[in-house]
């Protein structure tokens, strides 16, 4: 199960949860790993028994499954992974967490076609792994994945409101890629008036990439007529004014909003200040890329002003995330930092 969950934190955050799976023989011997790269992909289980099919398995009666968590009960973009262990034939499951969505049971469903299951194997570090997933699942709302780009002295803005660019084009195109994998990209009105962002996923080239996300703009000022993410095709197809300074009722409106013929899962927050402020003061915050560039802009714009919290005790407290390529990384000279809130009495 270490195993797996190595394999697990492979895999981006998002609206799914980091799942790894591994398949070993009777002698505990590893035949395949898999890993979910994402929304629309393969399952972990299913990405390792086709890894174990292309190395030329095909007999899966003496094999183990170990899995970070219950296989999937529900056909959506793939299907259940549940009749995938059935129909292989794997005869043992060992599972790490429950599936607390809507997707759970599969505990439940293997063992009533008479596979054995082992359940709650190493439990604790399994539920971990997803902590904020699980509670997205259990609030009832979606992902928040938030983008953080400043100053060494965390400014996002000169004295004189400038901000473009503050960082370098290589964590710019870093960002690009989080953009493609999210739902829906979430700035204030101000950003809008003040910097004028197009909010679109591009490729290294410049390009357009498919499947564009959801332009969310929350507040309550009006948007410029020819803001520019209002404008052109497909730039002007897909975009919305959540008029509201509440993030959770902004996460509530997105919920309810079909984007690309799929419900909105999983949002980007890029800022500014008031809106990056109030989703960490209702600790409405799942994952964090922080983007630090080597300059001082002094007076500036913070990053972020009042949050609730006067004493040290009171602080929001992150640890390092090890998924989705580690916890950090040179991007030409600016540092990529990526954190998680951190589990509830890990501190």
Known sequence: ?????????????????LVGSILVDERGRVLAAGHHRGAGTYHAERDCLASALAAGITDFSATKL???????????????????????????????????????????????????????????????????????????????????????????????????????????EHTHRIRQRVDAILVGTNTVTTDDPRLTARDERGALTPGQPL???????????????????????????LRTRDPLTALRTLAETQHNGHPVKHVLVEGGQSVLSAFFAADLVDEIFVYTAPLILGTGRASLTDIGVTTLAEARRYTLDAADGGPTTIMNNDVCIHLQPEPKGAH
Not at 131 to 143: G, S, Y
Not at 219 to 231: F, K, M, N, V, Y
């Open 215 to 241: 332009r969310a703009v929350m507040g309550r000022s009006e948007i410029p007529d020819l803001a520019q993410l209002t404008q052109g095709r497909p730039e002007g197809e897909g975009w919305i004014h």
């Open 66 to 172: 170990y899995t970070t968590l219950e296989p999937c009960t529900h056909y959506g973009r793939q299907p259940a992974c549940t009749d995938l262990i059935t129909e292989a034939g794997i005869p043992t499951v060992l599972i790490g967490a429950r599936d607390p969505s809507t997707n759970g049971g599969g505990v439940e469903v293997l063992r009533s076609r008479g596979t054995e299951v082992v359940d709650g194997l190493l439990r604790k570090q399994c539920e971990q792994l997803n902590h904020r997933w699980n509670r997205a699942v259990k609030e009832d709302r979606i992902f928040v994945t938030v983008h953080l780009a400043q100053s060494i002295d965390a400014r996002i803005a000169a004295a004189d409101g400038t901000s473009q660019w503050i960082t370098s084009e290589t964590s710019r």
């Open 1 to 17: 199960m270490q195993t797996a969950l190595k394999a697990a934190t492979i895999g981006p955050r998002g609206a799914n949860p």
